[in-house]
């Protein structure tokens, strides 16, 4: 054997080798995957068409029975809604009650302060005005209510006399009264509401104080964290 033939050899296996070799091409590929689909689709068909059948296939009686149970099962769902929404409905009216009785204890509280037929406590001031001369008239007791009033006071009581919307003072010759109640010395008010703004303002130049202490009188102002006004008016 020549070295041509030697050669020559080896270079027809390779071509056979490369003959037998599998070739993929794009239309092959593209066949597959056409393949892979209409096996999926086919599968989905068979699976829907068993579905249907059992439906188509079951008897009468099977069917009226799958539909009693769902038209039972519907009504326990529309019972199960009923009842929710009367609870609903049971929980809004308890809590509008429960509101509305709130707010209707919160105003006759209210009412009943300014009306002075409940006791009632908080920050306030107690005012003594000491009178060795007889010298304070009702009308400067008058202006030392006003004056709270003014300065925010929402409950007053002047010594055991609740203040009402209606007070008034009247001279007497015996002293001053109050709500047709004669007063003694010395004049105690207590008046709830912010001490600084009640101090303040009975303070002010040419005010309450400066007027009384003026005519010979003695004030005094005690500013206090809780003030308790005991004293009521009747109803």
Do not use: W
Not at 62 to 79: F, H, N, P, T
């Amino acid at each position: 054997m020549t070295g041509s033939e030697r050669e020559a050899r080896p270079e027809g296996l390779r071509g056979l080798l490369a003959l037998l070799r599998p070739r993929v091409t794009a239309g092959q590929i593209a066949g597959g995957l056409l393949c892979l689909v209409l096996g999926f689709a086919v599968t989905a068909q068979v699976r829907s068409t068993q579905r249907d059948s059992t439906f188509a296939t079951a008897r009468q009686d099977e069917l009226v029975g799958i539909l009693a149970d769902l038209g039972q099962r519907s009504e326990r769902l529309r019972a199960d809604l009923r009842d929710l929404e009367a609870t609903k409905a049971g929980l809004e009216r308890d809590a509008a009650g429960g509101s509305a009785l709130e707010e209707a204890r919160e105003r006759a509280t209210t009412y009943g302060l300014l009306a002075g037929t409940l006791p009632a406590e908080g920050p306030g001031i107690e005012l003594l005005i000491s009178d060795p001369g007889d010298r304070v008239k009702a009308i400067d007791l008058l202006d030392a209510l006003q004056e709270l009033r003014d300065a925010g006071a929402e409950v007053v009581q002047v010594n055991d006399v609740r203040v009402g919307v209606d007070t008034y003072f009247m001279d007497d010759r015996n002293g001053v009264r109050i709500d047709g109640r004669l007063l003694s010395l010395p004049y105690r008010f207590l008046a709830i509401g912010d001490p600084h703004t009640m101090t303040t303002a009975l303070n002010i130049p040419g005010g309450l104080v400066r007027t009384l202490r003026g005519a010979g009188a003695t004030v005094l102002i005690t500013p206090r964290a809780k003030v308790a006004v005991g004293a009521v008016r009747s109803p």
